[in-house]
């Protein structure tokens, strides 16, 4: 059975780093893109970060730039999300997903499989 696990949110304070990490089982992680959403209450998931199966293409939301930093280890089946300089407006659930694809897409509704999600809460 697929199962991405995600891990590493909690609360910290603006400025603060928070570093997240999915661990995907029953899938073979290496042929997967996999990417990062986030969704805060009354609001829609959101797309955050991605990077291809080789983890060389990546794409960040313009929101991140300079701050997130989307890896991978393919040996260790697991996906990252470095989180530094974090802002209220980025507490969320965020999710891990991951594409039966090379090329990493920004489209939620493009990822086959996901995460149940861990939360980020950033206080002011």
């Not at 990546?58 to 990252?80: E, H, L, P, Q, W």
């Amino acid at each position: 059975q697929v199962q991405l696990a995600e891990s590493g949110g909690g609360l910290v304070q603006a400025g603060g780093s928070l570093r997240l990490s999915c661990a995907a089982s029953g899938i073979t992680f290496g042929v997967y893109a996999m990417g990062w959403f986030r969704q805060a209450p009354g609001k829609e998931r959101e797309f955050v970060a991605t990077i291809g199966r080789n983890g060389f293409n990546t794409i960040n939301a313009d929101s991140v730039k300079g701050r997130f930093t989307i890896s991978r280890d393919n040996a260790k089946n697991t996906v990252y999300l470095q989180m530094n300089s974090l802002k209220p407006e980025d507490t969320a659930v965020y999710y891990c997903a991951a594409r039966l694809a090379t090329i990493p897409t920004m489209r939620p509704n493009e990822y086959q499989y996901w995460g149940q999600g861990t939360q980020v809460t950033v206080s002011s």
